[in-house]
């Protein structure tokens, strides 16, 4: 008896600890309630993936981590590859992919899912949400403590009850170190479109940077993302660190 | 052919002559034989037989064949089951003449030439009940029975005292003859004869007979509770869990609806399978009333006891596998088999066979530890690659613009090419798509086909774009493996791409080869 009341004012603390601090970067994406990732453009989706894996899905505890895509969403974007994910410093073996055949299969997948105890994360792909699908999932969500993220297409505009929203774009990459021509670290540009959790934060933007080696998040200045053209490989220190190297 | 008991009272016996027949009995009424329907009428009878016993296998084209050892006690005795069969038989307007014996040859022979309907013989009769029978009830050819009656051996008791071998002498071959010999031995059982039953008999089954029909759904899931609970005690009694479950529900008007649900891991928890029964109750349809109900378990497994393992805790991930396994169990039994997978490493080069997607099999995949090759692997791939057009550098420069999916994009930044050769030590190809034409002609009118390599010796004009789309689209020459480039490329709206070109140009392996795009980056 006694055990449980400590365990009921744990909670307590922690529930306590995690409203009172100002709410940082990722805004609770990937560790309670319902998050929304919205494309800006067709082609941003796989943009979307990444920015939830590197911002939201390294946060998720121990357990299993549920993908659950919709067929024309695996069909379009192609599967997510296991190498891939290692690559994000994920393990591949922590993920079941889910494979339904229509949106309405994969939301009763993203709830019966929630309400498994060894899920961490459900995270899927739709095609778009309405809110009374939303709300549920939200409510499943509160309820069970199991965080999701839901992947979007472009046209996801309307309200939902999710908890954020976000709104990512493909950036063009970082310049590489060694080789000017090559496609850097991988950048993103997330709008933070709306926030339960963090209103005061809605509207913000956030160019990021990923680095494969340290498997972290940077935020970039406006200045560093504005170049969408490489440098010339005459110019910068580039072309030295690659001549001397 | 055929003829029902009206027309035999009359003169005319199955595998007359159509002619003959109507010569006999001038108002004979006669159709075409439908032997497909009668095919399925009979499959249909056999799963409604399920009933009676687990083991139902069909026997030639207008028989049952029923394994009752064991079953018989729940009607009450033989002589009660095969009553109970002939009645309900009987009430579905269906004709039939029941045999019950020791061996499969005597009842098949009770079945067709006894006098009465449900004739029984008790084990190690046979000898004797069979005496008196027609030589044909022994599923003999047409011509062997009829020389065994031309010899005057026309019941089966003449047969127990002939000797074998003279017997054999009569025959033209001695296989026929040899034939005569096992079915007579089958029949009284010297020879063992295996039954192929057209399911294979559950490990346990359940069964619970409605006194009043079930109409209603309610009454379906109350039946099914209870089933659970008999089959899942038995199966904790033998230490077993199980894989399958199937739940039958024979209705009163002689069909049958089944429904059958998987789990990944052996389970034996009531409330478990009840779940896994709960997404798909709805394929039951109770038509005119369920009165049986049999619930069998399927693949027994033993079953481990719960325990954490203690290197998963040590590794950071602690899975509770039971639940995780449950889930799965849930989301297949409603979205269908194989709807979750999970990704298995391969150690293979070709990227899109270096991980298998495999359904869940209640166990995880085991991933080495990150190697650092994370960066260069794309975080989507397609199934299959999709060609592009692209416009690149001969020979292996890197795409400077293609078109994918109808929109053209101009590459900003590339990396590559990274090298993947084919795997010859490998049996079989990987078959891409087959590439249009079209591409083909376009790649060689936006680079004119010279040769900027000194090695172009040795391909001797072996590439002429024309002949190349030609030679590709034949079966033969599609399974061609060729070495791969991959390239890291960028557009300028910073999506990223990872594309490679399927063959070297005189590589001496068909034509000019063809660019794909084979997996999106993050």
Not at chain 1, 99 to 124: D, N, S, Y
Not at chain 2, 164 to 171: D, V
Not at chain 2, 182 to 197: S, T, Y
Request: proline share 7%.
């Amino acid at each position: 008896m006694v055990m449980q009341m400590d365990a009921a004012a744990l909670k307590l603390v922690d529930f306590s600890c995690r409203t009172g601090a100002a709410p940082a970067f990722p805004y609770g994406l990937g560790e309670r309630g319902v998050h929304e990732i919205a494309a800006a453009g067709h082609g941003d989706m796989p943009a979307c993936a990444g920015f939830a894996f590197c911002a939201g899905l390294k946060r998720a505890g121990p357990g299993a981590i549920i993908w659950v895509s919709e067929h024309g969403r695996r069909r379009d974007f192609g599967f997510l590859a296991g190498h891939g994910l290692a690559g994000f410093g994920l393990d591949p073996g922590r993920v079941l992919f889910v494979h339904a055949r229509k949106p309405r299969e994969a939301l009763w997948a993203v709830e019966e899912a929630m309400g498994c105890g060894a899920v961490a994360l459900v995270a899927a792909e739709l095609p778009g949400i309405d809110f009374t699908a939303s709300r549920r999932l939200s409510l499943a969500s509160e309820a069970r403590g199991v965080p999701a993220v839901l992947l979007l297409g472009p046209r996801c505009e309307g309200a939902t009850a999710a908890a954020a929203r976000w709104r990512v774009r493909a950036r063009p990459s970082a310049p590489d170190r060694w080789d000017p021509r090559a496609p850097g670290h991988p950048r993103w540009q997330a709008v933070l479109e709306r926030s339960r959790t963090a209103p005061g934060a809605a509207g913000r933007t956030h160019d990021l940077e990923f680095d494969h080696e340290t498997l972290s998040v940077h935020m970039v200045s406006r200045l560093a993302t504005g170049a969408s053209r490489p440098p010339s490989p005459a110019a910068g220190d580039g072309g030295d660190w690659r001549e001397t190297g | 052919m055929a003829a029902n008991r009206a027309a035999r009272t009359g003169g005319v016996v199955p595998g007359l002559g159509f002619s003959d027949a109507m010569a006999r009995l001038p108002r004979l009424e006669s159709e075409e034989i439908d032997r497909a329907g009668d095919r399925l009428a009979l499959r249909r009878l056999a799963g409604w037989m399920g009933r009676y016993s687990p083991l139902v296998a069909r026997h030639g084209s207008d028989g049952l064949m029923l394994e009752t050892t064991g079953c018989d006690h729940l009607f009450g005795g033989e002589d009660a089951m095969a009553a109970e069969i002939s009645d309900r038989l009987d009430a579905l307007g269906l004709t039939a003449r029941i045999g019950l014996a020791g061996t499969q040859g005597a009842a098949h022979a009770l079945a067709r030439a006894a006098p009465e309907s449900p004739a029984i013989l008790a084990p190690g009769e046979e000898h004797d009940g069979l005496a008196g029978l027609a030589v044909s009830a022994l599923r003999l050819e047409d011509a062997s029975s009829r020389l065994l009656r031309r010899f005057g051996l026309n019941r089966i008791g003449q047969l127990y005292g002939v000797d074998r071998r003279a017997l054999a002498r009569r025959f033209a071959s001695r296989e026929a003859a040899e034939a005569v010999v096992m079915r007579l031995d089958q029949a009284l059982g010297l020879r063992g004869e295996p039954l192929a039953p057209i399911r294979p008999a559950p490990a346990h089954s359940a069964r619970l007979a409605c006194p009043e029909p079930l109409l209603h759904r309610e009454g379906v899931w109350a039946g099914l509770e209870r089933l659970l609970g008999e089959a899942c005690r038995e199966l904790a009694w033998h230490g077993r869990g199980a894989r399958g479950f199937r739940l039958a529900a024979y209705r009163s008007d002689g069909s049958v609806s089944c429904v059958s649900v998987r789990a990944a891991r052996p389970v034996r928890a009531p409330g478990h399978a009840l779940r896994l029964f709960g997404e798909r109750l709805d394929e039951i349809d109770p038509g005119f009333g369920i009165d049986l109900m049999v619930l069998e378990a399927f693949r027994p497994d033993s079953m481990h006891a719960g325990r954490p393992v203690l290197s998963a805790e040590l590794a950071g991930h602690t899975l509770d596998m039971h639940e995780v396994s449950a889930l799965a169990d849930r989301i297949m039994a409603r979205l269908g088999e194989g709807a979750v997978q999970v990704a298995v490493p391969q150690s293979r080069h070709i990227p899109e066979q270096a991980e298998r997607l495999v359904s869940f099999k209640g166990e995880l995949a085991d991933w080495p530890a990150r190697d650092g090759a994370g960066a260069d692997r794309p975080l989507r791939l397609f199934a299959r690659p999709e060609p592009v057009e692209v416009l690149a550098e001969v020979p292996d420069g890197p795409p400077i613009r293609f078109v994918w999916r109808r929109m053209a994009r101009r590459v900003a930044r590339a990396d590559g090419p990274e090298r993947i050769a084919p795997e010859w030590w490998m049996e079989g190809g990987t078959s891409l798509p087959t590439p249009v034409p079209v591409h083909e002609v376009a790649t060689a009118t936006t680079r004119p086909e010279r040769d900027p390599s000194p090695s172009g010796a040795e391909r001797a004009g072996a590439a002429q774009p024309a002949l190349s789309a030609t030679h590709r689209a034949a079966p033969a020459q599609r399974a061609v493996k060729r070495t791969r480039d991959y390239y890291r490329i960028e557009d300028e709206a910073g999506r990223r791409y990872w594309v490679f070109r399927d063959g070297l140009y005189g590589d001496g392996r068909g034509g000019a080869p063809q660019w794909y795009v084979h997996g999106v980056f993050a």
